[in-house]
């Protein structure tokens, strides 16, 4: 399983941009995919999944309203939309997969970088 992220970069606060994660290896259809960041000095958190195949999308508090999880199947490709940026939003943002049974997410991207300017 091979997961590439993508499309982070350097933006001023207030503004947007989209990440995105391919995936490939094996069909994806049952998995949940998610999005994480980890900031320097602190751990990796939690910002967003959404199941393959449909179904609910989770946010961390900190990003509803701001960033948006979606999923293009054919292209089997996972994005992250974040608008509204802010400057605590800096970190390194990780795509990850997670197989139906598992408790936790198995599979991960190596991190694209997004900076939020002040």
């Known amino acids: 399983v091979q997961l590439q992220a993508s499309g982070g970069g350097l933006v001023q606060a207030g503004g947007s941009l989209r990440l995105s994660c391919a995936a490939s290896?094996?069909?994806?259809?049952?998995?949940?995919m998610g999005w994480f960041r980890q900031s320097p000095g602190k751990e990796r958190e939690f910002v967003s999944a959404l199941r393959w195949t449909g179904g609910s999308s989770y946010y961390a508090d900190f990003v509803k309203g701001r960033f948006t999880i979606s999923r293009d199947n054919a292209k089997n490709t996972v994005y992250l939309q974040m608008n509204s940026l802010k400057p605590e939003d800096t970190a390194v943002y990780f795509c990850a997969a997670k197989e139906p049974d598992s408790r936790g997410f198995d599979y991960w991207g190596q991190g694209t970088q997004v900076t939020v300017s002040s």
């Open positions: 290896g094996r069909t994806f259809s049952s998995y949940a």
